[in-house]
């Protein structure tokens, strides 16, 4: 009975955590997003960064990311991020569209260099 209760105890501290991670990695999320916005490139890129170390199936801040490296003109590094969004399968048809043309775009550069 004791390692049964223990046993519930584990579970539920563990689907505590992973709530608070999914929950601070939203956060950082959209704090990338406002700094992205306020041109803070470099801070929003750690702040998605944070995200997906929280929550590593995070398709959406790969694929933030991958665009603030395109701002940076980090294409190698755009190429990885938003190809790893794609193959996340981001269920978003508007976002896999500007994903194909991120994508498309630093692909071509990188065939430029």
């Not at 999914?22 to 990338?32: D, I, R, T, V």
């Not at 750690?46 to 490296?69: H, Q, V």
């Amino acid at each position: 009975m004791v390692l049964l209760l223990l046993s519930n105890f584990v579970l539920w501290r563990r689907k505590m955590m992973i709530d608070r991670n999914q929950e601070l990695a939203e956060k950082y999320f959209n704090s990338g997003k406002e700094k992205s916005k306020n041109g803070e490139v470099d801070l929003a890129i750690e702040d998605y960064t944070t995200a997906i170390e929280l929550k590593p199936d995070y398709a959406e801040a790969y694929y933030y990311r991958g665009g603030s490296w395109l701002r940076l003109g980090e294409w190698e590094k755009a190429r990885s991020d938003i190809e790893t969004a794609r193959k996340m399968k981001m269920d978003i048809i508007v976002v896999s569209d500007e994903i194909r043309q991120k994508y498309d775009r630093a692909w071509k550069t990188l065939g430029n260099i």
